[in-house]
């Protein structure tokens, strides 16, 4: 390690600020200072340990030529070590506690899964687990993902009698969702709304909203936060247990916390005083989720006496790279400053082209992976980053065209398809019978013949006996409305109610409970005929689903249950999906793709309108906030970085001419190399401009007359190829044509690659070479 970050992992003792720049090690610097505090405790800044004779030669040794210390000599040199269970550290993915917990586990063996290792969420349902009943609530809640909520909410609406025209539904949750940031309840939201009408439409969705979460026994994400706060300001018995516990206390991304974390971390570290953070005021990217930059600008007044260490030196990216970041990044204000400095190679300059269109703009990109890829990098390497999930479109069209394999982190995520909703909705309802939203989903799937109005009417019933609907339904019979359709009702209940018995038994794995709910619902019959493609996709997403099931029970054991299951799988992020090892081009959004890193990296649409966006222009916070998103997404590549703007982008179905991004201007033009698609020439003597749209129109036809041409903006017309031709393709190799499909204005082309398999090519787009 470096200076700074050996002087992070030293200083155990009090609150600490550590600002760590992109690509600067901070997940090196965690992992060793837990590490530290485990085995030595504050030993280094203490430095009153006591050796004898023998440890003095074992540390000679170890100085000498590395001889690994004894356990002896080690707790000798310990002065006040931690427990791994005192220490919590909290991150902000499922990824980053993954990676953090391995590296411990890799250090200190099995010690390390000791550590409180896990994101905000899930160190709070772990609290609540265990003492959610001090707030009405039992052991087995039900976190609700984003669907969920918005399920429920629409349901709050629609008794309210307000139209979704009006009020739509996403509003009334970003309204509430910013309340819970900063712990702003139901009564004082309504009290905050005065005579606005909308402002107290929402007060009354936000109570009903809250009203039927608890109903249901249920949290939505901002509930795990502001409920653990709840706890702890209401609860001096659990709030001590907890400040006893953590004697040290650490953050990761704290420029990422919002209102609501921040409280609960400073009640945490209020005693011990014992707090680190770790975090980079120019990565803070996530104001529209509520996240504050002032928590982190503000920690030294905060925290008096609080120590500040800068990590500067970058292990990520090339000179050039990091000195276009620093540059675009300095026209801030609002930051504590500091920069980037590596001992890596200059590298290459930054590639800038100006496309015409966005779908020039995406065979520019096309040809500079399917070039990369010829001469030795893998799909892997490239990662595409844009700043609107909309800016996809063009690039996917492209790359399936021209054969390129690649993924979109942020679409259909696998836990979204509908079957996997259906299963996680059975197991919900089994852990928590309570549940009515899952409920509603599940009980006529696969088709059950009960009806919305059967289900009103359990739902009218269960209010009126202040009971949970599954309780209606299981005792259908004894309730006159509901006669007629009590013997579905019961046979419904029956079914889940053996699922529940079996959760129960202690020699029934979750699995066995898993394939049991797919064979006595029928479910997958009712998928429809097996020989169907899209059965078999569903049915292989069911097969799959269970081999996750198997999955957390061997990496979980004992410590296995429904709970824990469904916990893991409402907490997971589109990035917990990311899968490094796959051969593809990655796509995702810049906020996507903040802690990761790829060795080239595209940034298409650097353009004023869409980054930054034409709301941000015209406000100074967001656009300081717009260029923190430029600055995380330039410090992303390691060796190669192509920024992209185009002359013209059809965006929500208009087509708009913007001006290159003025976060493309702020970078120094000796780090750039520019191309453009279309240059201007000099016309002939004697030549006319013309004036008109009509000539201009004329002109454009010929364009080899003033302008070069634009050799990217059509697919070249590919030759004439028939199966059983040998072809070869610049990144997949040689291979035989086994079909050819004529479709439009181009063939679709059957490839039976040597090395990488059979593919499907549009041969206009394929660049192929007879063999």
């Known amino acids: 390690m470096n200076e700074r970050q050996r002087e992070a992992v030293f200083s155990v003792n009090g609150p600490l600020l550590v600002l760590a720049g992109a690509g600067s090690g901070k997940t090196t610097v965690l992992v060793n200072r837990i590490a530290n505090i485990i085995r030595y405790g504050s030993a280094y800044a203490d430095g009153t340990a006591e050796l004898n004779n023998t440890d003095t030669e074992a540390v000679n040794a170890f100085l000498a030529d590395g001889t690994p210390l004894p356990d002896s000599t080690r707790q000798h040199l310990a002065v006040n070590p931690s427990a791994p269970w005192q220490i919590l550290a909290i991150t902000f993915t499922n990824k980053a506690a993954g990676e953090l917990k391995q590296r411990l586990v890799d250090m200190l063996g099995d010690a390390g899964n000791d550590v409180w290792a896990s994101t905000f969420h899930s160190s709070c349902a772990r609290m609540l687990r265990q003492y959610g009943d001090r707030l009405g609530y039992s052991t087995h809640f039900t976190i609700y993902d984003t669907d969920d909520s918005k399920r429920l909410m629409k349901n709050c609406l629609k008794e309210m009698n307000v139209d979704e025209k009006v009020l739509a539904c ?3 949750l970003s309204e509430i969702s910013h309340a819970k ?17 909308r402002l107290t439409t929402i007060a009354q969705a936000y109570q009903m909203y809250q009203q039927r979460l608890m109903e249901a026994d249920a949290m939505d994400f901002d509930d795990l936060i502001i409920n653990t706060v709840k706890l702890l300001e209401q609860n001096s018995d659990v709030l001590a247990y907890y400040q006893r516990k953590f004697h040290y206390i650490m953050v990761d991304e704290y420029q990422d916390t919002n209102h609501a974390q921040y409280v609960m971390i400073k009640l945490l570290a209020q005693k011990s005083g014992n707090l680190c953070v770790v975090g980079d005021d120019d990565q803070s990217i996530y104001k529209f989720r509520g996240a504050t930059i002032e928590n982190i600008m503000s920690f030294e007044s905060t925290f008096p006496n609080a120590k500040v260490i800068r990590l500067e030196q970058n292990y990520r990216s090339t000179k050039t790279i990091l000195d276009a970041a620093n540059a675009v990044i300095s026209n801030n204000t609002e930051r504590k400053g500091k ?5 890596n190679p200059q590298g290459e300059k930054i590639q800038t082209h100006t496309a015409l269109n966005e779908q020039d703009e995406a065979d520019y990109i096309g040809k500079q992976i399917l070039d990369g890829v010829e001469k030795g990098r893998k799909f892997s390497d490239y990662a595409i980053l844009y700043r609107m999930n909309t800016q996809s479109s063009a690039l996917e069209k492209n790359f399936v065209k021209s054969g390129i394999p690649y993924r979109i982190i942020g679409g259909l995520r696998f836990y979204e398809r509908k079957e996997i909703r259906d299963m996680i909705a059975y197991l919900s309802v089994i852990n928590n019978p309570s549940d009515e939203i899952r409920l509603r989903r599940i009980i006529n799937q696969p088709k059950r013949s009960i009806g919305d109005k059967t289900l009103s009417v359990a739902s009218e019933i ?25 013997p579905k009702l019961l046979q419904f209940a029956e079914i889940m109610q053996g699922f529940m018995a079996m959760n129960e038994d202690e020699n029934s794995s979750l699995r066995e409970l898993y394939d049991e709910i797919l064979s006595k619902t029928g479910y997958i019959a009712s998928l429809g005929s097996p020989q169907n493609d899209e059965v078999k996709d569903r049915v292989a997403n069911l097969t799959q689903l269970s081999s996750n099931i198997q999955q957390y029970e061997e990496e979980n054991g004992d410590e296995a249950s429904l709970d824990g299951f469904l916990e893991e799988v409402a907490l997971m992020t589109d990035i917990d999906n990311y899968d490094n090892e796959s051969d593809t081009v990655v796509m995702m959004t ?3 793709a903040k802690g990761l890193e790829f060795p080239a990296v595209f940034l298409p649409g650097f353009e004023d309108g869409i980054f930054p966006g034409v709301q941000a222009i015209y406000d100074p916070v967001q656009i300081e906030e717009e260029r923190r998103l430029a600055y995380v997404a330039i410090t992303r590549a390691r060796e190669e970085l192509f920024i992209l703007n185009a002359q013209s982008r059809m965006i929500f179905g208009s087509t708009n001419r913007n001006r290159p991004s003025r976060f493309l201007n702020e970078i120094p033009e000796e780090l750039t190399e520019h191309t453009a698609a279309r240059s201007w020439k000099q016309p002939q003597p004697g030549v006319v401009l013309p004036v008109s749209a009509k000539e201009v129109r004329a002109a454009a036809m010929e364009s080899a007359l003033h302008f070069g041409a634009p050799e990217s903006a059509h697919a070249q017309k590919a030759p004439v190829f028939k199966p059983g031709d040998t072809v070869v393709h610049r990144a997949f190799g040689k291979g035989m044509i086994l079909s050819t499909t004529p479709m439009g204005n181009d063939t679709l082309l059957e490839i039976a690659f040597d090395t990488k398999g059979t593919k499907k090519i549009m041969a206009n787009f394929a660049h192929l070479k007879r063999a």
């Open 339 to 343: 920069t980037l400095w590596t001992e």
């Open 462 to 486: 269960a209010g009126q006996i202040h009971d949970s609907v599954f309780y209606v339904i299981a005792h259908a019979d004894e309730f006159e409305p509901l006669k007629r359709t009590a």
């Open 181 to 197: 940031d900063s712990l702003i309840g139901p009564k004082e939201y309504a009290q905050s709304a005065g005579n606005d009408n």
């Open 170 to 172: 996403k509003t009334v």
């Open 590 to 592: 810049m906020h996507s």
